[in-house]
């Protein structure tokens, strides 16, 4: 008897840091009551758009009409400092209702207040339909995670994601400069004629 309720002490023991450990990804905000709306989920493999828990729950937009909660996570085995996205619809259109009128933290690069604590903006075509989403304090590897809010009520076919990096490899620069030199010499040689 004794072994099991050691057995029971080690099994709590271990439950109880793990349960105080998951915290939700999204806070509630509005009517965002069951937190995200849409989770983004970034993996070596590609990355997804699905439904969140206030989403699955009827509601869909945090302000009850014309805007979403986005949480992210990034479980690749790299940091991720920015994500694109584009839409058939004006998910950059902001109009001044974002998360942090609703509540949430927000930090000092976000000027649109859609970003959260850890978003911000840029890369904003004219339609307002594609952007990046950067991160102040990139996304850890193996779950770092954050959240940010965008217009339109979305359901997750309308959220595409692009590349989540946009900086070039350094061997397109070697290609780049090769193309540059022998463009220049051609030039040069045409010149001298």
């Given at each position: 008897?004794?072994?099991?309720?050691?057995?029971?002490?080690?099994?709590?023991?271990?439950?109880?840091?793990?349960?105080?450990?998951?915290?939700?990804?999204?806070?509630?905000?509005?009517?965002?009551?069951?937190?995200?709306?849409?989770?983004?989920?970034?993996?070596?493999?590609?990355?997804?758009?699905?439904?969140?828990?206030?989403?699955?729950?009827?509601?869909?937009?945090?302000?009850?009409?014309?805007?979403?909660?986005?949480?992210?996570?990034?479980?690749?085995?790299?940091?991720?400092?920015?994500?694109?996205?584009?839409?058939?619809?004006?998910?950059?259109?902001?109009?001044?209702?974002?998360?942090?009128?609703f509540g949430a933290p927000?930090?000092?690069?976000?000027?649109?207040?859609?970003?959260?604590?850890?978003?911000?903006?840029?890369?904003?075509?004219?339609?307002?339909?594609?952007?990046?989403?950067?991160?102040?304090?990139?996304?850890?590897?193996g779950g770092g995670n954050?959240?940010?809010?965008?217009?339109?009520?979305?359901?997750?076919?309308?959220?595409?994601?692009?590349?989540?990096?946009?900086?070039?490899?350094?061997?397109?620069?070697?290609?780049?400069?090769?193309?540059?030199?022998?463009?220049?010499?051609?030039?040069?040689r045409r010149l001298a004629?």
């Open positions: 008897m004794k072994i099991l309720h050691i057995a029971a002490a080690a099994a709590l023991g271990l439950l109880v840091p793990c349960a105080l450990h998951a915290a939700p990804l999204c806070p509630a905000f509005g009517y965002a009551t069951a937190g995200c709306d849409l989770v983004i989920t970034v993996t070596n493999s590609g990355t997804s758009v699905a439904a969140g828990p206030s989403f699955s729950l009827g509601g869909g937009t945090y302000d009850g009409s014309d805007d979403t909660l986005i949480g992210i996570i990034n479980n690749s085995s790299s940091a991720l400092s920015m994500i694109n996205l584009s839409s058939n619809t004006d998910i950059f259109g902001f109009d001044g209702d974002g998360i942090n009128t927000g930090n000092a690069s976000d000027t649109s207040g859609y970003g959260g604590p850890d978003s911000f903006f840029t890369n904003i075509d004219p339609t307002f339909s594609m952007g990046t989403v950067d991160f102040v304090t990139p996304l850890a590897a954050t959240y940010f809010s965008l217009e339109e009520a979305l359901v997750p076919s309308q959220v595409v994601v692009g590349p989540p990096s946009a900086v070039p490899e350094p061997s397109t620069f070697v290609l780049l400069g090769t193309g540059l030199a022998g463009f220049c010499e051609a030039v040069r004629l």
